[in-house]
């Protein structure tokens, strides 16, 4: 944590109120949203948040709601003797930076960690208590281990420029909060990264038409039929040019829906027996 939260006294020097990451990005940052070397994330925090949160209404609500949820929670401070109702950290939190409030801050803070599974505060000020508490992107910073494997430095990249944050002795620029993760040192495991191995199964539709032939459809070179959407399928999707099929509509669907010849499973006119293993029965597994 913030060495600030340490007691004893420092020496006051004269500090600048601004983010160290401003003069990457044209101003003042304030996120809503081996030795030496970068060490990167394992899945890209970009991608994450886009398909998870920007374009999964449930994901984005899921994350709206628990972050403004733990925002609203109220703060308690104290020491071994006493609770405190004025502190100067309870003034900085209360306004973070001239952008932000409390729960602004704390929405953004648990916003990330919801998304990346990492959350990473700046403390402007280079003695005592920080001026300032900035949230930064957690997608456009990255750990850079020392030769004891703790982190030396945080790089902050933005176009091709970045700005490193050392972490010496004194006042830590950076807090690092990250969730738990079983096999990597430095970053938190994402929540949405889990969801996303779930997500990645296929939703597959199937249609079958009666009495309807190939030269019926335009991505088939009908030239008297006009069929735009169903062309969009076939273009975005696999169109078979050499198969067979039954002149009936029963035994067609037996086939496609178990994948096999009349021969073996079609006994009864209109009807699938019941032991049978279709398409369906192995997406389920």
Known sequence: MFDFLKRGARAQLPEKKASATGSLVGGRVVAFNTSGRVAWSARDAVSLAKTGFQANP???????????AAAALPLVLQDANQRFEQHPILTLIARPNGAQGKAELLEAIYGHLLLSGNAYIEAVGQTGLPLELHVLRSDRMAVVPGPDGWPMAYDYTVGGRAHRFAMGLGAQPICHLKTFHPQDDHYGLSPLQAAAASSQKPNIIVIMADDLSHRNLGCYGAVNFETPHLDKLAAG???????YSMPLCTPSRVALMTGQHNGRNFFRASTLEADQRTFGDVAKD
């Open 58 to 68: 449930m994901g984005f609500r899921a994350v709206k709601l628990i972050s403004e």
């Open 237 to 243: 999707g696999m169109r078979f040019d050499h198969c």
